[in-house]
């Protein structure tokens, strides 16, 4: 049971433009949502969040969307640097399982110079 | 450095056998958190410390066990390895029990043969 799902596994894209990255959800529980970025031979780093009760939330280069309607959401790196290259994880929690995150399987961005 | 230290590394082991995993929170955090990214995988929850308790579990094997000691650090324990045990076993810690505020160790690449 995939409760998190990132359907493309790789995104290529030029420097300079706009990487969007999906996300959906089917736990209507979910009420909190994170991305995080993974190089290899890393953890996981935090990127950015948002609570189910905002659509929008905005860092630097980095904007979360989110579509309660649609169970959906998605980040926006503009505009892309080749540092970016990474593997990016979506990941939800549900106040009522307290801390426990449900990650999705991971997509691999390449941002080409 | 994310300040999260997991040991070893790298771990190669043969069916059968136990293994421990260690995992040294952020100073200062009181949560730990263990998951697991078995290949082209998100990151499954396996088990949450908070100061010392149990608080959360997923879908941990029978077989695995862990603990947070009065120092805060935590330890895996994998017992009657299989090959489908094989991946990435991540720690996390945070200060409070809640989504925010992750940090992610290195890892440590398990290898059953």
């Known amino acids: 049971d995939q409760q998190v799902k990132q359907n493309s596994p790789s995104l290529s894209v030029q420097e300079g433009r706009i990487s969007i990255l999906n996300c959906d959800y089917t736990?209507?529980?979910?009420?909190?949502f994170l991305w995080y970025k993974k190089y290899p031979a890393e953890g996981p780093t935090f990127l950015i969040s948002?609570?189910?009760?905002?659509d929008k939330n905005e860092d630097g280069r980095f904007t979360v969307f989110l579509n309660k309607s649609a169970k959906h959401l998605s980040l926006h790196i503009v505009p892309s640097q080749p540092g970016d290259s990474a593997v990016y994880f979506c990941a939800a929690s549900a106040g009522s399982s307290g801390s426990r995150l449900t990650f999705g399987e991971g997509t691999q961005l390449t941002v080409n110079p | 450095d994310s300040g999260v230290t997991q040991t070893p590394k790298h771990l190669i082991t043969a069916t059968g056998q136990r293994v421990t995993l260690r995992c040294s929170p952020r100073?200062?955090?009181?949560?730990v958190y263990w998951y697991q990214q078995s290949l082209d995988q998100g990151l499954q929850f396996l088990i949450q410390y908070y100061n010392g308790e149990e608080r959360a579990k997923g879908n941990i094997l029978e077989r695995f066990s862990a603990q947070q000691f009065p120092d805060l650090h935590s330890e895996l324990n994998l017992s009657s390895l299989e090959l489908g045990d094989s991946a990435l076993y991540f720690c996390?810690?945070?200060?409070?029990?809640?989504?925010?505020?992750?940090?992610f160790g290195s890892g440590t690449r398990l290898t059953v043969v």
């Open positions: 948002i609570s189910s009760i905002k």
């Open positions: 100073s200062g955090d009181l949560s």
């Open positions: 736990n209507s529980m979910f009420d909190y």
């Open positions: 996390a810690s945070s200060v409070a029990p809640g989504p925010e505020g992750y940090t």
